[in-house]
């Protein structure tokens, strides 16, 4: 295998040739940002216009300076401006996030503060701690529409985008991409900011288009970063969590739901799980990395809702009748991770009003319509598992059976994991690395004592040979659903991790065994990092902290105090969904460029509905405007409402040569729920029999459960869709009973700032119609007929 080494210490300085601390200076004719490396080597200059309105035009000097060169440039810069105020200070700044235009002059948005999440392989990753919107025209020159009323609207809109929150970078590390595509592809030039998990590709675009290179500017990512040092054995070792967002079809819970026309889902989140020991000299570096992804069900669905609707119905289109556009994302899929897909859906399977259990045999006809005509290696792996049911049943071990079903997955892709010589910082050649790509299984681990042997032999020939062998690549990806992903998607995504955590031990040669038992204390540090991500994920699409009931039941919290937190959150991201999702649509919008104001067209809060993911299809015509008292409504883009020639039921009888069309642009046949229940009865594909009390092994012998009736016979195919309906008869209870009607709640996440809601224990008591805090003072900004309204539909449901 070819490889080119470069030390870990040679590595880091690398850094060096990133620009990493910038200062910003101005005149009355341009701004004058002057950049420097890490190691205060060399220094540029970048120079921006502001004698221009609306245009935005910069001049990039490609020459390095010294320091010295550097002030003496500044100093005849302000020499030749002291007619007019000459050179002044504006900030030190730590990159350029981009740059943006409204209806008057360009802005830009910088760094001005940062701070230290962690390392990846040597590289600081940075979290923005402040930034600031700078007007790039001189007050001299603005038009009067920089003043108008519509523009500072924009202004503050564009800033209700928290960059402080949740938004993290490296100047020399891609964090946009997993470990196991940096080490196997050498990403060059400006591609990288193409990735679906840059969120500022839009504010950057303009910069990159017309620069040299991207030194000035950082791509940001948004999702969650965490880093923790651990110890097993006297042994430390780092533990890296990091969740990227997709920015496509980006936004908030009731407003971006479902599939796009082109594959891309809502609330779509790569989580990458890093391992590695901390280097020691003479010994080589052995990393790990392992992937899931998580993503709405990838159909034409939504939910309208009101405030006076806590529990909307679930609305599904019959737009795509081919299933095109799930076919579109799971292509993605495989093209971004190979293949197997292994799907876990974990949506309920009974309901006493279909909801969920529309979109259940919808999701599996399309899987089973898809997998038709794919080849045995290519088709999907379904697994159905109804985690809310088992979670209320007594004596059910939910995250043992969620680690079986997570064992399963990892047996199909394996994990990543290399080794680094000890004093260097191995590439792999791309080619040869794809090429082995199918090749390696987490079975493929070394042994404990070929770790030893590695590490006896690691100054001769048989070194290199050896750490070869031991390469590993991830090839496939578990992708995990519930209804939101959130809640119990967090909770079978720690379970994941945590079988996967326990093989990642075992190849770094930090453990015995390849297993960690979930009373093991490393389970409870890695259920405290994932409980974290689940909080943070939640919070930035469903408006609160995830509903972590078995994890706080795990650790065997007060069951009282557990409800009260539940109740609260549930209260609190409704009350966000209700009042607030609205202007945050808004703003995800404006910030990733899916809407560009432009002069004589409807502004931004007077479209109706969320259809301005595609600016260019809504400009052309003026939408009149919808009261804010009912929510947005989101279809899954602006383009779904088109002509159902064709109901849900009846598409499929398509045979595997139907032709497949595009979608179509006319209104669509919507299926709701006072419609579904005749149709799952009859025009629907039933879902398989349940499979009570059945282990893993007995499934997976028997891994063809097709939703079809031919199953035994004919075309049989080997895509693993099987229903597991099934229970562990061991393990912790999970039984959910009903709720006090006067509970203890700790808010660990506060209510926005506008209903004066702090992070202090509270009581709500319905009886009373009032939310009080323990010194039994009424908390204001909640209408209290709202409280008791949501206690009264939720109360006992948490899922």
């Known amino acids: 295998m070819a490889a080119s080494e470069r030390s870990m210490d040679q590595q880091v300085d690398t850094s060096s040739s990133f620009l990493q601390k910038f200062r910003l200076y101005e005149t009355r004719s341009n701004f004058y940002m002057i950049g420097r490396d890490k190691n205060r080597t060399f220094w ?24 010295s060169e550097c002030f003496e440039t500044l100093r005849r810069i302000h020499e030749g401006n002291r007619s007019t105020g000459g050179l002044k200070f504006v900030t030190t700044c730590y990159g350029i996030i981009g740059f943006i235009r409204f209806l008057g002059p360009y802005y830009m948005l910088i760094i001005t503060k940062r701070s230290k999440l962690g390392e990846v392989c ?8 402040k930034s600031r919107i700078v007007t790039i025209p001189h007050a001299s020159v603005l038009s009067t529409v920089a003043y108008s009323k519509d523009e500072k609207r924009y202004k503050r809109l564009l800033c209700t985008v928290d960059l402080t929150k949740d938004f993290f970078f490296s100047y020399s590390y891609h964090i946009m991409h997993s470990l196991q595509r940096n080490l196997s592809n050498n990403v060059e030039g400006q591609t990288y900011y193409e990735s679906m998990f840059v969120w500022n590709e839009y504010l950057t675009r303009r910069i990159r288009n017309n620069a040299e290179d991207c030194m000035w500017t950082v791509a940001l990512v948004y999702g969650f970063f965490k880093q923790a040092k651990l110890s097993v054995s006297e042994k430390n070792f780092r533990l890296t969590l990091i969740a990227r967002r997709s920015r496509h079809y980006a936004g908030t819970r009731y407003l971006k739901r479902g599939v796009n026309e082109k594959g891309r889902v809502a609330n779509d989140v790569e989580t990458e799980q890093i391992v590695y020991e901390e280097p020691q000299d003479g010994h080589p570096v052995r990393i790990s990395s392992v992937v899931q992804n998580r993503g709405s069900i990838p159909l034409f ?11 909307p119905d679930i609305t599904l289109s019959a737009k795509d009748p081919n299933f095109e556009a799930t076919r579109l994302h799971f292509e993605n899929l495989a093209r971004r991770y190979g293949n197997p897909i292994i799907v876990l859906n974990l949506i309920k399977t009974r309901e006493k009003r279909p909801r969920e259990t529309i979109l259940r045999v919808e999701f599996a006809n399309a899987i089973k319509f898809i997998n038709k005509g794919l080849s045995k290696e290519e088709r999907l792996r379904p697994l159905h598992w109804d985690l809310h049911k088992h979670s209320r ?13 997570a064992t ?35 079975y493929d681990l070394p042994t404990k004592d070929e770790i030893a042997s590695d590490s006896a032999v690691e100054n001769g020939n048989d070194s290199k040979d050896r750490q070869k062998e031991a390469t590993m690549l991830q090839k496939g990806v578990l992708r995990t659903n519930c209804i939101d992903c959130l809640d119990r998607t967090n909770v079978a995504q720690y379970a994941y991790g945590l079988v996967a955590f326990g093989r990642q031990l075992h190849a770094l040669g930090l453990t015995e065994s ?34 972590n009931k078995i994890f706080c039941e795990r650790r065997g919290q007060w069951k009282a105090a557990t409800q009260s937190q539940e109740l609260f959150r549930t209260l609190q991201r409704y009350y966000s969904n209700a009042y607030m999702d609205a202007e945050k649509q808004d703003a995800i919008n404006l910030f990733l460029g899916y809407f560009q104001p432009q002069p004589d067209k409807p502004a931004l809060w007077e479209l109706g509905s969320d259809q301005h993911y595609n600016a260019a299809r809504f400009l052309a015509s003026s939408v009149p405007e919808i009261s804010r008292s009912t929510m947005k409504r989101s279809l899954s883009e602006s383009s779904i409402l088109s002509e159902g020639t064709s109901t849900v039921a009846g598409r499929h009888g398509l045979g595997e040569k139907d032709e497949v069309k595009g ?45 079809n009736d031919d199953r035994h016979g004919g075309d049989q195919c080997t895509c693993a869709a099987f229903d597991m309906d099934w229970v562990s008869s061991s393990g912790a209870s999970c039984e959910d009973e009903s709720n006090g009607r006067s509970a203890l709640v700790r808010s660990f996440e506060t209510i926005p700032e506008s209903t004066n809601i702090e992070p202090e224990i509270c009581v709500i008591n319905t009886e009373r119609d009032e939310v009080t805090t323990v010194e039994g003072e009424a908390i204001s900004g909640i209408p209290q007929g709202y409280v008791r309204w949501v206690m009264d539909e939720e109360e006992g449901h948490f899922w």
């Not at 979930?518 to 408006?543: K, R, S």
């Not at 009570?692 to 012998?701: A, C, M, N, Y």
Request: one cysteine or more; proline letters at 4%.
């Open 301 to 311: 669905w939504s939910q309208e809702t009101s405030r006076l609707n806590i529990k």
């Open 393 to 405: 049943k007594k004596g059910t071990n939910v995250l043992g059976i969620l680690g079986r079903l």
């Open 44 to 67: 540029r200059v970048f120079k921006l216009d502001r004698t221009e309105q609306t245009e935005l035009n910069f001049h990039q000097d490609s020459t390095p300076y010294t320091e």
């Open 514 to 547: 390849d297993t960690i038992d979930l009373d093991n204390p490393l389970a409870e540090d890695l259920m405290g990092v994932y409980e974290t991500m689940g909080d943070t994920l939640a919070l930035q699409y469903g408006g609160s902290a995830a509903h």
């Open 663 to 707: 979608l179509s642009d006319s209104a669509p046949e919507i299926i709701s729920a006072s419609k579904t229940t005749s149709m799952i009865a009859g025009s629907f594909s039933a879902p398989p029999p349940i499979l009570e009390e059945i282990g893993l092994d007995e499934i997976l012998e028997n891994d063809c459960f097709c939703f």
């Open 408 to 442: 399963y997955a990892l047996n199909l892709t394996g994990i990543f994991y290399c080794q680094l010589t000890s004093d260097g910082f191995q590439n792999q050649n791309p080619s040869t690395v794809e090429n082995n790509i199918g090749e390696c299984s987490t």
């Open 122 to 129: 040597g590289h600081t990753v940075y979290g923005v701690a």
